[in-house]
């Protein structure tokens, strides 16, 4: 890894913040769509009205996809008073216009958030 000469951290780290970091991190979204797209039907790009019928298939069984293709499934879907985008990747969180659904995308928990299993109650470990 290299560090990003826009924000310092590794490269895609300072998203969504640094808006070069972001965009590497939405790049590796929008090239597994693609890759997804190529794979499955041909072509690598489609109408817009097939890929949202596509994305709406992807987004119904997310479990059967990579997540860069549901990211990239639900960048393609209306988000209903959320903002302009469902896909919770630095991206959406930066080009987010509600400033609820902003706040809400960029206050996921990061690695450091401990466990529930690990958190301790009194001073003693959970099990």
């Known amino acids: 890894m290299r560090r990003c000469a826009g924000c310092g951290c590794w490269e895609y780290g300072g998203a969504p913040g ?3 970091c972001a965009a590497l991190v939405d790049r590796i979204v929008e090239d597994g769509w693609r ?4 794979d499955r039907f041909g072509v690598a790009g489609l109408p817009a009205e097939e890929e949202s019928a596509i994305a709406e298939m992807v987004a119904d069984e ?15 879907l209306p988000a209903p008073a959320a903002g302009p985008r469902w896909a919770g ?6 080009r987010a216009t509600s400033p609820t659904a902003s706040a809400t995308r960029r206050s996921r928990p990061t690695a450091r ?13 959970s099990r």
């Open 18 to 20: 640094c808006d070069r």
């Open 35 to 38: 890759v997804f797209l190529r």
């Open 62 to 76: 997310p479990d059967r996809h990579d997540w860069r293709v549901v990211d990239g499934a639900l960048d393609r």
């Open 89 to 94: 990747g630095h991206g959406a969180a930066r």
């Open 113 to 125: 958030t401990s466990h529930p299993a690990t958190s301790t109650r009194s001073g003693s470990a």
